[in-house]
């Protein structure tokens, strides 16, 4: 495989960070979603493992480049949070007692998840680009003469 | 021809182990969201470690017998991938991919000067 499927590899990566950014986006989107009988939005999350550790299992040979493993998402889960009650008796969705369930989506982490996605994405798109720069530089090799 | 020059063969084998030094810093990047992912990282195995420690001198075709094992990817005594530290490892590893490659050229250089009997 060599540098260039490594390319890949970097590829990947950015997959999950960009599949991260979209469940990030929904939980914010959906902060305010409401259902009958408290049947609310519940915030997602992904679940990343990496390919090769799925087809190998735990004690899989030995590490090589022809190997690394790639990460993969492979679902995208509901969490289990308890939805937020506010009193809201004017609203279609509130219950008897006028309480409305609000999906449990934690604004702080939210934005805090939004930070290590655009880091994880441009470390990515960086060791995507220093790969793609030495292949440029060694296909350079005994170029000028 | 590579294989002919010492030099050029042990610039090329360091080559290789760079690249894959590269490779296995952007696979830890790559998995830094990976559930239960252990970081890797590439070490030389105890026989290279020994004749490094054993050999203050070496000429080009003993560096050349040393370099022939190949450097092992195992998981990392630290498992969490930190990404800053990873990114300046990566660096690091692209600056030195970078002069191996200057060396390499130049010893190409030399060559080519040979065959052209000294002409420029």
């Known amino acids: ?145 | 021809m590579l294989n002919t020059d010492p030099v050029l063969a042990l610039l090329s084998r360091a080559l290789d182990a760079a690249a894959l030094r590269q490779s296995v810093h952007a696979t830890n990047v790559a998995n830094v969201d990976t559930d239960g992912y252990r970081r890797l990282e590439v070490i030389y195995s105890a026989e290279q470690q020994r004749l490094s420690a054993g050999a203050p001198a070496m000429d080009a075709n003993e560096a050349l017998a040393w370099a022939q094992a190949e450097p092992e990817v195992v998981e990392s005594a630290d498992t969490r991938v930190k990404l800053d530290q990873e990114m300046a490892q990566m660096a690091e590893n692209a600056v030195r991919y970078q002069a191996l490659l200057g060396a390499i050229e130049r010893t190409l250089g030399l060559l080519r000067t040979a065959a052209r009997d000294g002409r420029e």
Do not use: C, W
């Open chain 1, 1 to 145: 495989m060599g540098m260039f499927g490594v390319l890949d590899i970097s590829a990947a990566g950015m997959d999950v960070q960009q599949a991260r950014l979209e469940v990030a986006a929904s939980n914010i989107a959906n902060a305010r979603t409401t259902g009958k009988d408290g049947a609310t939005y519940k915030p997602l999350a992904v679940v990343v493992r990496s390919a090769i550790a799925e087809a190998q299992g735990p004690a899989g040979t030995a590490t090589t480049v022809a190997n690394l493993p790639v990460p993969v998402v492979t679902q995208v889960v509901q969490q289990d949070v308890a939805p937020k009650l506010v009193y809201d008796p004017g609203h279609p969705d509130a219950d008897a007692r006028g309480m409305v369930a609000l999906p449990g989506v934690d604004p702080v982490s939210s934005m805090l998840d939004l930070i290590s996605i655009s880091r994880g994405y441009e470390a990515n798109l960086r060791a995507f680009d220093v790969t793609r720069s030495l292949l440029q530089r060694t296909l350079d090799l005994g170029r000028n003469r």
